[in-house]
């Protein structure tokens, strides 16, 4: 039984560009959060997909923006690419977000 | 003042040592997790716990609900032991509210 699977695991963007990031949570999960974590930094929350829709979302601008498959599974878009959101994006799955990813490295350069 | 405090913040240790590390929080929680983090890496889940206490291999993870307060504990410490170990609760669903973390060192 697969865990909660993230792809790419590294990528490198230029500025101003978009990039999609993926994540497949775990069996019989149906809830996936999103989280970013710049360097040094403890995990920031992104948004929370349930039921296809976002149920919450964190202190984050519009360029980030999501996702969510009836199979659960569920994608986080960037638009407008900055320096600044270069970062790990780390994909948790519930119940209770017990399980997570092993995150996707944005670069942006 | 953090909603979720680790201590200590650094720490290092010898090959074969007993280690501790604490969390307090002061948010209502349905589950606390203990997660792992090696240099460069994701994120892995050590324990989810919600009372009492639970062990895998050389881990042990309590949690004391009325006094807000849990530990994770390391016996016979290694090398390959060396990482960030982080705290986070959560009351459901709802977004997990992260510790700080505490960067473990273990010198062979």
């Known amino acids: 039984d697969a865990g909660v699977t993230q792809s790419p695991t590294h990528l490198i963007k230029t500025r101003g560009q978009q990039v999609t990031l993926r994540c497949s949570p775990k069996?019989?999960?149906?809830?996936v959060s999103w989280y970013q974590q710049a360097l040094g930094q403890g995990p920031q929350f992104i948004f929370q997909?349930?039921?296809?829709?976002?149920?919450q979302r964190g202190n984050f601008p519009d360029r980030f923006s999501g996702h969510q498959f009836p199979n659960y599974s569920s994608e986080l878009n960037v638009n407008a690419l900055l320096l600044g959101d270069s970062a790990l994006y780390l994909c948790?799955?519930?119940?209770?977000?017990?399980?997570f990813g092993q995150g996707t490295r944005l670069t942006v350069v | 003042k953090n909603e979720v405090e680790q201590s200590p913040q650094n720490l290092t240790a010898q090959e074969g040592e007993f280690i501790t590390i604490n969390c307090s929080y002061s948010?209502?929680?349905?589950?606390l997790h203990w997660l792992q983090q090696h240099p460069g890496g994701g994120i892995v889940s050590l324990f989810m716990l919600s009372s009492g206490k639970k062990k895998h291999g050389r881990l042990i993870a309590t949690i004391n609900i009325q006094e807000k307060h849990s530990s994770l504990h390391i016996t016979a410490s290694h090398p390959r032991d060396s990482a960030v170990y982080i705290c986070a609760v959560g009351p459901g669903n709802t977004p997990l509210v992260f510790g700080k973390g505490t960067r473990l060192s273990v010198i062979a």
């Open positions: 948790a799955s519930s119940p209770r977000q017990g399980s």
């Open positions: 997909y349930y039921e296809e829709e976002e149920r």
């Open positions: 069996s019989g999960h149906d809830t």
């Open positions: 948010v209502g929680i349905s589950a």
